[in-house]
């Protein structure tokens, strides 16, 4: 006969499911599941229609894929950012220090390492090395929304300050921050109007200005050189117009090319505190110059009245806040004058020619091309502990090419 089976036993299966039932429920949903997003936070929109549909975040919101960025919206930091330069389209993600690129792929990959300081960053030479000289053709595409901030800024720029000096000073700064944009950059240079307004900027005295805060002329000087640098379009349609607005002049009726190619050092004796602020001036400058002579028209000009004399008047200094403005200088020789890998027009200076007929002309350049090797032995000499000092390439190229011509001449005039 066989042994019926206990009630406990019977149900034994049945409490245990019942058991394990309950210890589900009392689970804390973060381990079950990932919790449901909350309702989001009221978020600041921008809405330029009545559409609601077309509004977005002030602050860009990234995720990770790119996203369209607008014109006017704010991105915060460390995204990944792009920018098409043929559209202007920007769009940014969530960055991923290791992403690799699939795009760059099966490229070889120079090991070298180069390293870059702080403030350093902005002193190298705008060119790489080796890359390719091009001409840019075409129309850049306007972004897929343009800003109206920008021309009601670029109008306050081309009137002057004027009476009203708050709208003025916001005006040149949102042009600071635009003008690196290549569409926008090429719009302030092809308003000649414009682009003198901001020359005059640079040569007029910028009076007192309170601590902290850049000067007119150098924040001039610094949407010159963002809007021309790597924008050929943009340097052509101000060579364009160079000789007339050369010609012309600017509030205190001194002609601005006097003025313009005598501004890179300060006239007379500077006290203590004026010395940042001076080389930060002439850094600024230099910097412009260096985007203008990509044009040949600038050039030609600038070479013609004197420009590299007064150029060479920034090497002169011994104090060491001159010494990145210097360093820029350097930059410059080499970008346009000298390294023909660097894109630079070379054979137009130095222009020490043992064949010019007239003797007078030949011995003038010849004296103009030795001030510019003396001042920079002298900044060799006070910089010997450098042997990478930017002073020993640009000086090295300088006495090979002076070298050269003075073999050429006669011998009465060694």
Known sequence: MSRSKSPARAFGPVLLILALFALALFVPKSHASPEEPSPAAEVELICHTDNPAECYPKVFEATHEFQVVHDDQVI????HIRLDVTTGVKTAKINYPDEKNPELEGLPVDKAVVTVEGAEAEDEPLFLKGAPVYEMFGKVKPPQEESGEFYSNLDYVRKGPGGSDL????????????????????????TPATVKALLCLMVEPDGTVPEGVKPRGQQ????????LRNNPSAAENVGAAWTSMMDSTCADKLPLRQALYGSFSPQGALTESDVPVAAARAKAHVAAFSSLLRNAD????????GGMTRLAETLMPTVPAWDAVQRKVGNLLLDNFLD??????????PTFRAAE?????????????????TALRD???????????????????????????LKALPKEEL
């Open 76 to 79: 915060p930091n460390g995204l």
């Open 220 to 227: 001039a000087a610094s949407i010159v050189a963002a809007a």
């Open 379 to 405: 900044v060799k000499d006070r910089n010997s502990a450098k042997k990478s000092h930017w002073s020993v390439d640009v000086l090295r190229r300088l006495e090979a090419l002076h070298q050269k011509q």
């Open 167 to 190: 709208p003025f000073d916001e005006a040149l700064e949102f042009l600071e921050d635009i003008a690196h944009d290549i569409y926008y950059g090429g719009k302030i240079a092809e």
């Open 357 to 373: 007929a007239d003797k007078e002309k030949r011995a003038a350049a010849r004296a103009a091309d030795e001030v510019w090797l």
């Open 298 to 305: 600038v050039r030609r000009d600038f070479l013609a009245h």
């Open 340 to 349: 023909e890998e660097l894109g630079a027009a070379t054979g137009e200076w």
